[in-house]
């Protein structure tokens, strides 16, 4: 029952920036880790970036020092500041969101997924 809408992407010229936004809902407990996915056309689906309940964040190599990711607790909301976009980071990205919710069950959720497409 827990629910992750997304918002942000479009279309940005190679070197522009882009910022996405997830926003959970539902009957959530607690959010033990919140994170970024992607996936171009022809290719698996592969993590961007994660952060933990502990505050630490995995970075995949191809995005670090271009990408951060944000966390609202408060809000059960996390943010991706994507900075000198690269043709390569065309995709469709997905939020994904794990813990419990409030009957302590676990949960894994996916956002709807939003467009990027960064041009040449």
């Known amino acids: 029952q827990v629910q992750l809408v997304e918002s942000g992407g479009g279309l940005v010229q190679a070197g522009g920036s882009l910022s996405l936004s997830c926003a959970a809902s539902?009957?959530?407990?607690?959010?033990?880790?919140m994170g970024w996915y992607r996936q171009a056309p022809g290719k698996q689906r592969e993590l961007v970036v994660a952060?933990?309940?502990?505050?630490?964040?995995n970075y995949a190599d191809s995005v670090k020092g271009r990408f951060t990711i944000s966390r609202v607790y408060a809000k059960n909301t996390v943010y991706l500041q994507m900075n000198s976009l690269k043709p390569e980071d065309t995709a469709v990205y997905y939020c994904?969101?794990?813990?419990?919710?409030?009957?302590?069950?676990?949960?894994?959720?996916w956002g709807q997924g939003t467009q990027v497409t960064v041009s040449s």
């Open positions: 952060v933990t309940s502990g505050g630490m964040t």
């Open positions: 539902g009957s959530i407990f607690s959010i033990n880790e």
């Open positions: 994904n969101a794990r813990g419990y919710s409030a009957n302590i069950r676990s949960f894994d959720s």
